[in-house]
């Protein structure tokens, strides 16, 4: 097999990437699909490709025993194959699954968690199929962003252009009407894009380092209605901005109009500069009836009504009664702590970004909530100090760790804390896996699991888990020698209640 060669494949599987899996045998390069039915050799990843098809893919990389594949032609579509909402949905890399049917989308991200659980937490399937709920998915996929970053860059004809990129690349694909977006980003970009061209504004060149306007943030308030936007310039200042923000005010719910500088030639969008050119320097929004006061470099999360669905699932794991200690680690501006505090005795959140922090406490006073506490720093380097030198404890401990999971050392501490439950959010099962198989070798176990779907027509998931402290009374294992036992003068045996005291005192 080599690059360019075209195969007739049937995908009988779906990768972690959502892409389509199928083998071929060694009938050769135009055998039909009947050929390749009961084929157990090379194994073709072809992207676009949906479980169930029968497409004609060409080799664009072979390796030793697989290979991946262009979707050149569907031969006999899957069942389950549906016309994308987006023309560009193939060549964007924003939505790897809109061609699945939205069920299908949920039962590939339930396996992709069960999967995880299995191969990398070391639990076995029937564990699995005990533990894991249903997974919670959107009566309505569509336009669930509240936030989006658009890229500015010049078309083959000098044109000023904003979309998004292609897979895998930094080529724009001009597009101002996502469909997982809010309406109103087509109707700021449209003014923007008409703004530049009227007051000739150069795009930025990230081949050059030159040009001004590099990205336009974008965020919406689901419940308030509030539209922010922030413009990232390779620059201080962009050209006759009062007119750009009477332009924008038009809008309903426009409150915020901010500049980020960026001088840097990196592909981190926001810079570290702030102004705000009119209206406050953030939007308001509310989740389960707490309010949070959002900037432009505040983390939020994407999705607001699956956001109260998973912290809600989270609350409910958590068990509070109104007295519990709760640690949130990774708390980024308070929102899983707030969320909490309603039902806790005291809350402490951990989080390294001091914005965050300050926005935490911020949305604290603003909520009225008084029994929640919020430290800068790594988790991993916070919670020891607090719980070895100062001695404050956890029944419960919330983690909402990045893309890369939980730190090892933050995790030791956790164990060290001995609390109750550990109530695990996770945007990556396979690093949600990894830490599960830790803290189970620690002495805890997980009771239930359940998917909640944040970003449909893509192949992210969220995860929520609960885990409990093993009962010492159940599982404990202790080797009791008879010395070290108290033996009566009737018989060379412990009773109950000696066993008991002994293996509690050890």
Known sequence: MKKNDIFTVKITDTGMDGEGIGKVGSAGADASADDFADAEGFTLFIKDAVIGDTVQARVMKAKKSYAYAKLEKVLEPSPFR??????????????????????????????????????????????VDEIMEPILGMEDPWHYRNKAQFPFGTDRDGNVVTGFYAGRTHTIIPNTDCALGVPENRQVLEIILAHMKRFHISAYDEQTGKGLLRHALIRKGFQSGQLMVCLVLNGSSLPEEEIL???????PGMTSLSVNTNRERTNVILGKELRVVRGAGFIEDSIGGVTFRISPLSFYQVNPVQTEKLYSQALAYAGLTGKETVWDLYCGIGTISLFLAKQAGRVYGVEIVPEAIRDA?????????????????????????????????????????????????????????????????????????RDLRYLREKGYEVQKVRGCDMFPGTVHVETVCLLSKLNVRHHIEIELKRDELYLTSVKSKATYDEIKAHVLEK
């Open 82 to 127: 549906i016309t994308p909402v987006c023309a560009f949905s193939r060549q964007c890399g924003g939505c790897q699954l809109q061609v699945l049917s939205y069920d299908r989308q949920l039962e590939f991200k339930e396996n992709k968690i069960r999967n995880n659980l299995i191969r990398l937490g070391g639990l076995t399937p029937e564990r």
């Open 361 to 433: 406490w911020e949305n604290a006073q603003i909520n009225g909530i008084t029994n929640a506490e919020f430290f800068v720093g790594k988790a991993e380097e916070v919670l020891p100090e607090k719980y070895e030198r100062e001695g404050i404890r956890a029944d419960v401990i919330v983690v909402d760790p990045p893309r890369k999971g939980c730190d090892e050392r933050c995790l030791e501490t956790m164990v060290k804390m001995q609390p109750e439950r550990i109530v695990y959010v996770s945007c990556d099962p396979a690093t949600l896996a």
């Open 245 to 251: 923000a009477d332009a924008l005010w038009q809008l």
